[in-house]
């Protein structure tokens, strides 16, 4: 059974920092895309990274470039989102999700991915 569980949100000060997890069970990493979205109240949920676990090669929004950071630990099956520089303009509820495929796809698009996780909640105050 395939499960993304992230982890890690909360409430922050602007100018702050947070690491999302999203621990992964039930396929094999190694022929997956793993990507972070977000939706805002009121907001389509959007696209803010992405990382092809086989290849490393990580994707990002440019609202989102400079500041966060996506990674993997292989060992844990994890993934992360380490978010700096928070903004009032970040807080949203963040979700990670998945996909076998790891070309040709376009990774900004929610319907290239067949997996959510439930979403943590990330406020940044101002």
């Known amino acids: 059974q395939v499960q993304l569980v992230e982890s890690g949100g909360g409430t922050v000060q602007t100018g702050g920092s947070l690491r999302l997890s999203c621990a992964t069970s039930?396929?094999?990493?190694?022929?997956?895309?793993i990507g972070w979205f977000r939706q805002a109240p009121g907001k389509e949920r959007e696209f803010v990274a992405a990382i092809n676990w086989r290849s490393g090669n990580t994707y990002y929004a440019d609202s989102v470039k400079g500041r966060f950071t996506i990674s993997r630990d292989n060992a844990k099956n994890t993934v992360y989102l380490q978010m700096n520089s928070l903004k009032p303009e970040d807080t949203a509820v963040y979700y990670c999700?998945?996909?076998?495929?790891?070309?040709?796809?376009?990774?900004?698009?929610?319907?290239?991915?067949?997996?959510w996780g439930q979403g943590t909640q990330v406020t940044v105050s101002s």
């Open positions: 999700a998945a996909t076998p495929k790891t070309y040709g796809g376009n990774w900004s698009f929610r319907a290239e991915y067949d997996y």
């Open positions: 039930g396929f094999t990493l190694d022929y997956h895309t």
